[in-house]
């Protein structure tokens, strides 16, 4: 069976760092594209970036665009997203998720996912 | 692509007929999944490229619509059902999901 699991999440001050992991398993990861997907408290999900099945594109959502830096390691079954000048806005569950790639309809859903880990960002 | 979700949230009963729909501010194909979140879980997928429906989806759950306009409807509310239900677009990046809509008793 295919599982996800985040680990990372913690307080930090703005303007602080932090790196969040993704660890894979029951499927080849290196076959995958893989994404972060985020909800801020009582609020709804945020596409934050994904990245191709050998790390060489990636793609990220405006709010965190140049601040954020996903990467994979496919030796390791990882996926890690480093998130720098963090900002209150940036508080939130972060979850890895795999994107699914459809040959029939030739199309990408979000199949499997974890059950997340959480970031504070507060003084 | 902005995602708009109509209503943000909704009160049905078991047995009702419901329908949400999800507006892409650009057209998107029929890119348009729908997923399934309830209280402190991760989301599910119901439907993905509009309207496949996921393996082990029932059947009361269906999907249609294709460009800008696109709807989640289910048939016959089942207790599981109320939880909060996102479109997302995967036409481009970045793949954009609607803000929720809500599904109450």
């Known amino acids: 069976e295919e599982h996800l699991v985040e680990s990372g999440g913690g307080l930090v001050q703005p303007g602080g760092s932090l790196r969040l992991s993704c660890a894979a398993s029951?499927?080849?990861?290196?076959?995958?594209?893989m994404a972060w997907v985020r909800q801020a408290p009582g609020k709804g999900l945020e596409w934050v970036a994904n990245i191709k099945e050998d790390g060489s594109e990636m793609y990220y959502g405006e709010s965190v665009k140049g601040r954020f830096t996903i990467s994979r390691d496919n030796a390791e079954n990882s996926l890690y997203l480093q998130m720098n000048s963090l900002r209150a806005e940036d508080t939130a569950v972060y979850y890895c998720a795999r994107d699914f790639f459809s040959n029939r309809e030739a199309s990408y859903y979000m199949d499997v996912w974890g059950k997340g880990t959480t970031v504070t960002v507060s003084s | 692509t902005q995602m708009t979700q109509s209503p943000s949230s909704l009160s049905a009963s078991v047995g009702d007929r419901v329908t949400i729909t999800c507006r892409a501010s650009?057209?998107?194909?029929?890119?348009l999944n729908w997923y399934q979140q309830k209280p402190g879980k991760p989301p599910k997928i119901l439907i993905h490229t509009a309207s496949t429906l996921h393996s082990g989806v029932p059947s009361r759950f269906s999907g249609g619509g294709s460009g800008t306009d696109f709807t989640l409807t289910i048939s016959s509310l089942q207790p599981e059902d109320f939880a909060t239900y996102y479109c997302q677009q995967t036409f481009s990046t970045p793949y954009t999901f609607g803000q929720g809509t809500r599904l109450e008793i």
């Open positions: 029951g499927f080849t990861f290196r076959r995958f594209w």
């Open positions: 650009q057209g998107s194909g029929n890119y």
